[in-house]
């Protein structure tokens, strides 16, 4: 089992930055893919930005402008977001999954967290 704990979310101007931590407690740490997904008002929640074995990977819309990275010593994933834009207002999850390789499919992973809020305003 694991536990996930999202912070560091809160509203900003656009052009802005954040930085989302996620916190995670239980089996080995680093064993785990890792992935960050947000889910806007009234939309299905979609994939943001992953980490499995060495390789990172996000969904076009934020090529550029956001890092995920992950620290094992610390049993952290991380979320620099940086030039934010109001359609990236929304809750944001972390998430793991045990299987190896990289997946985009919110069905694939198997913990989440409780989700932060993130307001771009115009």
């Known amino acids: 089992q694991v536990q996930l704990v999202e912070s560091g979310g809160g509203l900003v101007q656009a052009g802005g930055s954040l930085r989302l931590s996620c916190a995670a407690s239980g089996r080995t740490f680093s064993s785990y893919a890792m992935g960050w997904f947000r889910q806007a008002p009234g939309k299905e929640r979609e994939f943001v930005a992953g980490w499995s074995g060495s390789s990172t990977y996000y969904t076009d819309s934020v090529k550029g402008r956001f890092t995920i990275s992950r620290d094992n010593a610390k049993n952290t994933v991380y979320l620099q977001m940086n030039s934010l834009k109001p359609e990236d207002t929304g809750v944001y999850y972390c998430?793991?999954?045990?299987?190896?390789?990289?997946?985009?499919?919110?069905?694939?992973?198997?913990?989440w967290g409780q989700g932060t809020q993130v307001t771009v305003s115009s």
């Open positions: 998430a793991a999954r045990l299987a190896y390789g990289r997946s985009r499919r919110v069905e694939e992973y198997d913990y």
